[in-house]
């Protein structure tokens, strides 16, 4: 089983930043793309960015280009995103997600991170 860990949320005045990471550990896998996705309650979970693990390219939400940036660090098996200038409309569960090799889908997710933006 792989088991995704998500961690750096919390609260920010609007106009700030934070970093989350999401730390993979469990059995050794490959992967088609890695990606952030978030949750507001009572709405349904968005993509926020996503990179693929063949060539590095990335893809995000329009909102948040040019604010958020998706990175990965192989050696620590750790993905980051990166969030600068929060917006209060940025405030949800974060999530981190794994698309393994051979599937279309993103089928490991970690349990959330809250991110709250203050105005």
């Known amino acids: 089983q792989v088991r995704l860990v998500e961690s750096g949320g919390g609260l920010v005045q609007a106009g700030g930043s934070l970093r989350l990471s999401c730390a993979a550990s469990?059995?050794?896998?490959?992967?088609?793309?890695m990606g952030w996705f978030r949750q507001v309650p009572g709405k349904e979970r968005e993509f926020v960015a996503g990179?693929?693990?063949?060539?590095?390219?990335?893809d995000y939400l329009d909102s948040v280009k040019g604010r958020f940036t998706i990175s990965r660090d192989n050696a620590k098996n750790t993905m980051y995103l990166q969030m600068n200038n929060l917006q209060p409309e940025d405030t949800a569960i974060y999530y981190c997600?794994?698309?393994?090799?051979?599937?279309?889908?993103?089928?490991?997710w970690g349990q959330g991170t809250e991110v709250t933006v203050s105005s």
């Open positions: 997600a794994i698309s393994p090799t051979g599937s279309d889908a993103y089928d490991y």
């Open positions: 469990g059995r050794a896998f490959s992967a088609n793309a």
């Open positions: 990179i693929r693990c063949s060539d590095g390219s990335t």
